[in-house]
């Protein structure tokens, strides 16, 4: 069964911490995605990667950096965690080819809370 | 600025019943469109797609219908079971070689009463 596995279910950090959410894929996938969810806002991009060492910036990427040194994993930084960056956060992959047909696959996301 | 809108937050439908659910768009390059279906501590997962030269996709018990000219999209459940309880999601889609992005809605929690 193919997965994208996110690291932590769930994570309490505090304001000022540097954070770190870790993303493995086993499907040999080229593109991997960051959104966060919240209430009444949906889902929305924060980063992308369509190859190892690329990244793009996605709507919402200020606090956010990212990480992908190799195909399978795509790391989420936030260089320094504040109250407002309290979500769901899930990490998505698919393949080079129509997303259409298929979709993202995401993982089971991690909800984090900055106290 | 909401590209793609699910104007309802929530919706209850007897079981057995249609569940019809509602998605808007504003960005006329989107191409094609995807519904997901989330339950709670579970991503989202994919549930049926369209292509903008379509107006009517079906599987199974799930139906989207496409209304260029309005912006416009729907999905319809029929007949609607309780394991169709979650939050879905419409999401749109821009062409580009494979590598594409996806705008997602704000969402729908669709509660099925039996």
């Known amino acids: 069964d193919v997965k994208v596995t996110q690291s932590s279910r769930y994570l309490v950090k505090r304001t000022g911490e540097k954070v770190f959410l870790e993303c493995v894929q086993d499907?040999?996938?080229?593109?991997m995605f960051w959104y966060r969810q919240d209430p009444g806002l949906g889902l929305r991009l924060i980063y992308f990667?369509?190859?190892?060492?690329?990244?793009e910036k996605g709507d919402i990427p200020e606090g956010y950096s990212v990480s992908r040194e190799k195909k399978e994993r795509f790391s989420l930084i936030l260089e320094s965690a504040s109250t407002n960056q309290t979500s769901m956060y899930l990490c998505?992959?698919?393949?080079?080819?129509?997303?259409?047909?298929?979709?993202?696959?995401f993982g089971s996301g991690t909800r984090l809370t900055v106290v | 600025d909401q590209q793609v809108k699910q104007n309802s937050p929530s919706l209850s439908v007897q079981e057995g019943r249609i569940s019809i659910l509602n998605c808007d768009y504003t960005n006329s390059m989107f191409d094609y469109f995807l519904w997901y279906k989330k339950y709670p501590a579970e991503g989202p997962t994919f549930l049926i797609s369209i292509s903008s030269i379509k107006d009517k996709n079906e599987d199974g018990r799930f139906t989207v219908f496409l209304n260029k000219s309005a912006k416009h999209l729907s999905l319809h459940i029929v007949p609607s079971q309780p394991g169709d309880s979650a939050v879905y999601f419409c999401?749109?889609?821009?062409?580009?070689?494979?590598?594409?992005?996806?705008?997602f809605g704000t969402g729908t929690r669709l509660t099925i009463i039996p």
């Open positions: 998505a992959s698919s393949p080079s080819s129509p997303v259409q047909d298929y979709g993202y696959t």
């Open positions: 499907m040999d996938h080229e593109n």
């Open positions: 999401a749109a889609g821009v062409p580009n070689f494979g590598n594409e992005k996806l705008t």
């Open positions: 990667s369509y190859d190892v060492k690329m990244k």
